[in-house]
């Protein structure tokens, strides 16, 4: 048979990511099991969805319903199909039928589209449709139409797609029994995508709405085509960019309705409020398996919230699950997951994901097996094995503060002097690059990244424990707490979370650029939070020079055992550059200042017993 090489183009929001695979045997196999039919499905205000449905040609009996809704194209060319059915063999062994839909206003469905599309908690008539009433009047239709189905109906997705499967659970449609949010777009303010604690994720942004965010002025199969870098190396690019203003002014113009709504909207205002399902998600009726990755640079808030508004909000009776392992954006969904760059687990953790996931969706629509899934199966990337809990975050566990101390040193012991202090200098003009390498998009890897050439720079704060001499594991969410002053009347603060190793690692497998592990400092968490924001998202605040002030903001989880023999390292900094935007170090808009108003600070970090710094962590009891 002619081989041929297909490209499985899966949009994750900084762009297109490409996975190459010889798929001509699979389609081919699929074509013999499968008959495909395109159909237009009208929504309750008329407008019509492109959905693509594969019904089993060679089996009888009824069949359940696995649903995928997509801003991202179901049917890229008439010929083929969706490759999503690849990636899913068990499914089609037990002959699912798969349905997949353009949503409102993408690619070959009619309508327009609405990025992150609000929520009408209160709707009077058939003109008030949102994403929960698309995937209703959907399912409503499959149900009615579709052959041979056994009335039950799954939906997942993944990214952006992941934010349908979440919206279809408010107001859920009775036959709707399973539904899995994977990586879920869940608030772009907060802590999603485009901005973390209110600092602006430049590099993702720029990169995913050049394609994305440019308007369709017809029903169309094509993708717009993406960015053409005219240099090589992302950093430098943005620092000749210049301020985030000249973006729309040199490449994006009026075109990009959502971009323009972005930056209009500086501030966590109703528009954004608006956007979120969080408060929504009440008298869930289907049973849910929310997925992420630890190392998700696009969408690790989500899983994470996701599950934890629905544990609040709902009836402890609600089937609520949660799946965090070691991956970066959607892994768990392509090939094996044995590392993510330098960082090996000593297995593949996708092939018990994959389990768990068909565990799922086969015990809620074909009643096949017993419901013995843990409520929250979580990896821990330090012991590099999963772990299962109750609940998570887990109840056992005793809150402890890890505070800085002078020289550098790290302990859970509380500063007893009053003065101690450390100062950097931070330039807008040279800011800390979020990693090493060189490359236009960011990677997938600087998550697991070594952070020996961070803590090399001036501008760095690095403060390490002893070499441990018993195993800690930390779950749970992170609390950063700085008694900082600053010299200007606006800053970024930068932690991260880093387990730095011995400093021999004789046996460690060999990564693929040769970076010796002896002293890797791999990065467990970081986060950003722009400063105007530390006491409101919706009300930012200028500090006042020189005053000592506290900036607290959350980390997102961790399930990590730092190792006997290994160190805990904590680094603070002010940029994250070009993942993260350039904070002038002056109250304004930074959306629209100039480049005049970018200066240079000095920043101290107190850690004394009056302002003892420090970040609050969760330690796992035995």
């Known amino acids: 048979m002619k081989q041929f090489i297909l490209i499985l183009v899966v949009i994750v929001y900084g762009g297109f990511k490409l996975f190459s695979q010889d798929l001509s045997g699979s389609l081919h196999d699929i074509k013999e099991v499968y008959q495909k039919k395109e159909v237009y499905i009208p929504m309750r205000d008329g407008v019509k969805l492109f959905t693509s449905i594969y019904t089993p040609k060679d089996s009888e009996g009824t069949h359940p319903i696995l649903m995928v809704r997509t801003p991202y194209n179901v049917e890229p060319n008439e010929e083929g199909l969706n490759l999503f059915l690849l990636r899913k063999g068990a499914y089609i062994k037990d002959r699912y039928i798969f349905v997949f839909q353009d949503v409102r206003g993408r690619y070959m469905s009619e309508g327009a589209f609405m990025d992150v599309r609000p929520i009408i908690p209160d709707k009077t008539n058939d003109k008030d449709i949102d994403e929960s009433t698309d995937t209703y009047d959907t399912v409503e239709w499959l149900i009615n139409n579709v052959p041979d189905n056994n009335g039950k109906i799954g939906i997942m997705g993944t990214s952006y797609p992941g934010f349908y499967a979440t919206m279809s659970l408010p107001g859920a449609h009775p036959a709707l029994k399973a539904v899995s949010p994977q990586a879920p777009v869940t608030d772009w303010f907060i802590g ?98 929310t997925v992420g990755g630890w190392y998700d640079a696009e969408d690790l808030y989500g899983p994470l919230k996701i599950y934890g508004a629905i544990e609040k909000q ?121 990693q090493e390498d060189i490359h236009l998009r960011r990677t997938t890897q600087y998550m697991t990244g070594d952070q020996r050439f961070a803590s090399r720079r001036p501008d760095v704060l690095v403060y390490s424990t002893d070499v441990l001499t018993e195993d800690i594991t930390l779950t749970g969410p992170l609390f950063a707490h700085l008694f900082v002053s600053i010299t200007g009347t ?71 055992t730092f190792k006997k023999g290994h160190k805990i390292m904590i680094q603070v900094q002010s940029s994250w550059f070009p993942l993260v935007d350039r904070n002038p170090q002056k109250f304004v808009d930074i959306y629209h200042c100039d480049e005049e108003d970018f200066q240079t600070a000095t920043h101290r970090v107190f850690h004394n017993a009056i302002f003892p710094s420090h970040v609050e962590v969760k330690v796992l009891k035995n």
Request: hydrophobic content about 35%.
């Open 314 to 434: 709902n009836s402890p009776s609600i089937s609520n699950r949660l799946v965090m392992g070691p991956w970066a954006h959607g892994q768990w969904d392509f090939g094996k997951a044995e590392n993510l760059g330098n960082i090996f687990w000593g297995l593949d953790a996708n092939e018990y994901y994959r389990e768990m996931e068909y565990k799922f969706f086969s015990y809620y629509l074909m009643e096949k097996g017993e419901m013995d899934l843990p409520e929250a199966t979580i990896f821990n990337n330090g012991t590099k094995d999963w772990m299962a809990f109750n609940n998570w975050p887990p109840s056992n566990t005793e809150t402890r503060q890890l505070y800085f101390h002078p020289e550098g040193r790290l302990s859970f012991e509380k500063p007893v002097r009053n003065e101690d202090y450390d100062e950097y200098i931070s330039d807008p003009m040279k800011p800390v690059p979020y």
């Open 192 to 289: 999603d995508d485009f901005h973390h604690n209110g600092a602006f994720f430049l590099l993702d942004a720029f990169y995913f709405f050049y394609p994305f965010g440019r308007p369709r002025p017809e029903l169309t199969r094509e993708y717009n085509p993406g960015f053409t870098w005219p240099v090589e190396d992302s950093y430098d690019f943005f620092m000749r960019l210049g301020p985030v203003k000249n973006i729309a002014e040199d490449y994006f113009g009026d075109t990009i309705a959502f971009w323009n709504q972005l930056v209009s909207h500086p501030d966590y205002d109703d528009f954004w409020k608006a956007r979120t399902p969080l408060p929504h998600l009440r008298n869930i009726t289907p049973a849910v398996m």
């Open 490 to 560: 606006d800053a970024d603060f930068v932690v991260k979370l880093i387990d730095v190793f011995p400093d021999l690692m004789p046996g460690y497998q060999e990564n693929s650029k040769n970076v010796p592990m002896g002293g890797y400092q791999k990065l467990v968490r970081g986060e950003v939070m722009r400063g105007k924001y530390r006491n409101s998202f919706e009300n930012p605040e200028p500090f006042k020079p020189g005053a000592t002030t506290l900036v607290k903001f959350e980390l997102q989880d961790v399930a990590h």
